[in-house]
């Protein structure tokens, strides 16, 4: 069996775990990533394996970061069933199809700007419709009831206590006649939260994967954050102003929306005029109300008292715009929730714009406010803040309460830990970098199991007892020159079996290469133009006996220059390569116009300086670059194997002249320029590639023929 991490390792995000057994092929989670740029971008790329080869996916939860790419996995080919928990079924009804539009709305403001400067327009993730498509394929689950979903494959989803619905998943997979139970924690609730059970405790797992979102954090406690938000509440009624809480509509509100109940109950602040101004909010509260029976005792208790929190005279859900616009008329006395929880879009925007001067108001953040967001300006202590375009001076209080977490802190993982009785191995995903080892180094010391921090893509072998990654077994020797600057990968087929990114792709402002930036090609931009040119011909729009007699290095762009002289050679690349192979990352662009994501090559002069490569501009005169990615390159590999893009036999024709040395089936291509060195190649028939990618001029050969040594040895 093995086991890749295809999200949320080292990040909190993209929540996705492959298990292959036998032929069978299982996802637990298929979520959002968000965060940085090259996070962001995974969404957008291919899926690095093939939608329709899965057999079934395993859902712990309805959060985005965990669901949020199961539209486009369904829109991609997938046909298996989705099992979830009946609540997790009917909140994504409303989450996905939310996200769905956020994409199209996203895309449609991208378009209005790239149409404006001629550029192509960019289709969204998924819409609306492809969210309720994915819907139909959902498979309504119960709490605790183990069942087959596949041959040899059973499943049981646990409480996790994280948001209504959410799941601990046990999975039991048999495979030549041994069987391995498998725990993913999914998200794990905090103790004694509003609303949902406390999480259920396992007691076995050979394979266990836990979060880690607050794996070296400690939460404020539940009687100090209910008393300090009577305080809030009383302080800001006193001076007679608005109280707005930014808020999650999906389980945050519904804790608020709790709490003040039972402040109310006990006496501890005035009935309130409470009003819940959002759409998504609204519906997510009655698909809770829908499902009370999974409430916790004291929520269930409060309602056969006839005390819920979401129906009393005093709780309001706005529906309309003009509803929602009314409030802002309202200078003191309501408490308005409403989404994003971060404040940088939605409802609250409006609200915070006609309160944030008043003295009276108060704002009191209740979630996590990330870098760059309108919360976190708000929380740092802004003066003035832009909202719609217009500056507003901040002259109400700002609160925040970090206790409302939905997730266990440090204490409550470890507590939640103890209670097994036998953990073969722990897996530590689902956290930022410092928090996934910090609290992996804590299960070592404490739990004396061994821990291991899966980068992402890694993947394990998971045979019997023992788990080595397959990146340690197959590569353990490898070893990069340390002045090296540029990214590898080792893939068969869309699978990354092995990566790597190392050096500064701008030293000037200290940024590190990535897995996304994008590398000049160098001389290697003659082979895109000599497959610009064979399509063409396939085409019937040239003349094969133009092309010439084939020499070992012909400069095939000056040649698509000479034979297609209406249009220059990029437009055509861009036209013939680009667009049918789907290279969404690749582009022309001139050296000092090179976007943010783009290596700086550096070349050594010959008194032995480092310098910039101006040379190349000067060399070159002005003429675009290709730039291009690990990914799309690997992407470019397996079209050309698959035999869409160009019949085989002219691939075939096409790379006889670049076979590795004497390896037969083997072709490379090579790019050089000052302070550029690419090298990219690998099998067809069976598709496999190695790319080796640098903004520097050391060590790319050697790095690539280490690469290639391993050939044959792991795949
Ligand atoms: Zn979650
Ligand atoms: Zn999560």
Redesign the pocket.
């Known amino acids: 069996m093995r086991m890749q991490f295809l999200g949320a390792a080292e990040t909190t995000s993209g929540a996705c775990y492959l298990i292959r057994a036998g032929d069978r092929q299982v996802l637990v989670d298929c979520g959002l990533f968000h965060g940085s740029e090259e996070l962001k971008q995974r969404n957008y790329g291919d899926f690095p394996f093939e939608p329709s080869s899965i057999d079934a996916v395993i859902l712990?939860?309805?959060?985005i970061?965990?669901s949020g790419l199961l539209p486009k996995l369904v829109k991609h080919g997938f046909k298996g069933p989705i099992y979830a928990t009946a609540v997790t079924c009917d909140l994504c009804s409303i989450m996905l199809a939310d996200s769905g539009h956020i994409q199209e709305s996203e895309v449609e403001r991208k378009n209005r700007k790239r149409i404006r400067r001629g550029q192509d327009p960019l289709t969204p993730i998924y819409t609306v419709d492809d969210a309720d498509k994915a819907m139909k394929q959902f498979k309504r689950m119960v709490y605790d009831e183990e069942v087959e979903i596949l041959p040899s494959i059973r499943v049981r989803f646990r409480d996790a206590g994280?948001?209504l619905g959410?799941a601990i998943v046990e999975l039991w997979v048999m495979e030549k006649g041994e069987t391995t139970k498998l725990v993913f924690s999914?998200?794990l609730g905090n103790l004694d939260q509003p609303i949902v059970r406390d999480p259920t405790f396992i007691t076995e797992a050979d394979i266990l994967v836990i979060e880690s979102t607050y794996g070296t954090r400690t939460h404020e406690n539940r009687e100090d954050r209910t008393e300090h938000l009577a305080h809030v509440v009383n302080a800001t009624m006193k001076r007679g102003g608005n109280l707005l809480i930014p808020a999650f509509a999906l389980?945050r509100t519904q804790d608020v929306l709790y709490s003040l109940r039972v402040l109310q109950d006990k006496g501890a602040i005035p009935p309130l005029n409470i009003y819940i101004d959002s759409p998504l909010a609204t519906k997510a509260t009655a698909v809770f109300q829908e499902h009370a029976r999974v409430f916790d005792y004291e929520t269930r208790t409060m309602i056969k008292e006839g005390r819920s929190p979401f129906e009393a005279p005093h709780v309001h859900y706005t529906e309309s715009v003009e509803e929602s616009m009314r409030l802002n008329s309202v200078a003191g006395g309501l408490v308005i929730i409403s989404a994003s929880g971060m404040a940088d879009a939605g409802r609250i925007k409006h609200h915070l714009k006609h309160n944030l001067w008043r003295r009276q108001a108060t704002v009191l953040l209740v979630g996590y406010q990330a870098q760059g967001t309108l919360g976190r300006r708000l929380q740092d202590g802004a003066d003035e803040v832009r909202i719609h375009g217009e500056m507003v001076k901040v002259a109400a209080t700002i609160e925040t309460i970090s206790g409302f977490s939905?997730?266990a802190d440090q204490g409550a993982l470890l507590n939640w830990l103890r209670r097994f009785r036998y953990i073969g191995r722990v897996f530590v995903t689902h956290g930022e970098k410092e928090s996934c080892h910090g609290f992996a180094e804590l299960i070592r010391s404490e739990l004396k199991v061994p821990t291991v921090v899966p980068k992402l893509d890694e993947s394990f072998d998971l045979q019997g007892a023992e788990t080595l990654s397959t990146w340690d077994s197959e590569y353990q020797d490898f070893h990069v020159a340390e002045d090296f600057s540029g990214v590898l990968q080792v893939a068969k087929g869309a699978e990354t079996r092995f990566r790597g990114a190392y050096g500064l792709s701008q030293r000037r402002y200290k940024v590190e290469n990535h897995f996304f930036t994008l590398f000049n090609m160098g001389s290697a931009r003659h082979f895109f133009a000599q497959l610009a040119l064979a399509r063409l011909v396939e085409q019937g729009k040239l003349d094969q006996s133009k092309l010439g007699a084939p020499s070992a290095k012909p400069l095939w762009e000056e040649k698509l220059r000479e034979l297609v002289p209406s249009e220059t050679p990029w437009d055509v690349v861009a036209r013939e390569v680009f667009e049918p192979a789907a290279l969404r990352q690749s582009s022309y662009y001139y050296l000092d116009h090179a976007p943010a994501a783009a290596a700086t090559g550096y070349t050594t002069t010959r008194q032995g300086q480092t310098v910039e490569n101006v040379y190349a501009i000067l060399e070159e005169g002005l003429k675009p670059q290709l730039f291009s990615t690990a990914h799309d390159l690997k992407r470019l590999w397996n079209v050309l194997a698959q035999g869409e893009f160009l019949k085989p036999e002219k691939v075939m024709e096409l790379v006889a002249p670049y076979q590795e040395g004497s390896m037969a089936g083997f072709y490379t291509i090579e790019g050089k320029a000052p302070g550029v060195h690419v090298i990219f190649g690998g099998r067809l028939e069976e598709p496999r590639s190695i790319i080796v990618l640098s903004n520097g001029e050391v060590a790319v050969r050697a790095v690539f023929d280490q690469l290639l040594s391993y050939e044959g040895k792991g795949w």
Do not use: N, V
């Open positions: 712990t939860h309805a959060h970061d965990h994280h948001i959410a999914g998200d389980g939905a997730h």
